[in-house]
């Protein structure tokens, strides 16, 4: 089940057990809130639509903290070829406020956590009853050094025949 609604003139959808950051809000932290600008209402594929507003619709939310502030906005503002340059920043204030119901009905009921079983590997348990089995840490091994490289055998390299010998004339003789 969810629901759109208006809050401080801005549009939200809510679930009821959801969190959500709206404008500051004038209500001290713990405080209830309720918000009857409700737009819209879906529950369990039927839905709901208000014009502009659904009469005899609420949403009901408590204010968890009160003082809240955003990220922050940088706002630069430059006219060329005239050396006007303005860099402000701003961070908004906001409100997180946790949805408690929707129309009277709450969120479902979350279950306990489930304890987990400890399940102990067979290799922990000793086999003798009464000794327990020391865990032995384990060391590093020992770093090989590099073996020394081989260098390739050379090559044998044909001799050279002297070049013939030209004249001024490019004949050889």
Do not use: C, W
Not at 25 to 46: H, M, S, W, Y
Not at 52 to 61: L, M, Q, R
Request: hydrophobic fraction near 35%; charged fraction near 40%; glycine fraction near 8%.
């Amino acid at each position: 089940m969810y629901a759109i609604v208006e809050i401080a003139g801005q549009q939200f959808k809510v679930e009821a057990g959801k969190k959500i950051f709206v404008h500051r809000l004038e209500a001290e932290e713990g405080k209830e809130v309720r918000f009857d600008q409700v737009l819209l209402i879906e529950d369990e594929g039927k839905i709901t639509i208000g014009e502009p507003v659904i009469k005899d619709a609420v949403v009901e939310g408590v204010v968890v903290d009160d003082k809240v502030r955003g990220d922050k906005v940088i706002v630069f503002k430059k006219k060329r070829k005239k050396g006007y340059r303005i860099k402000n920043g701003h961070r908004q204030n906001f409100s997180q406020v946790e949805i408690v119901s929707i129309n009277g009905i709450g969120s479902p009921k979350k279950a306990a956590p489930k304890k987990e079983k400890v399940v102990v590997a067979e290799a922990e348990i000793s086999e003798k009853p009464g000794k327990a089995k020391k865990a032995t840490a384990k060391k590093p091994a020992a770093r090989k050094e590099a073996a020394p490289e081989k260098k390739a055998p050379a090559k044998k390299v044909a001799e050279k025949k002297p070049a013939a010998k030209k004249t001024a004339k490019g004949k050889e003789k």
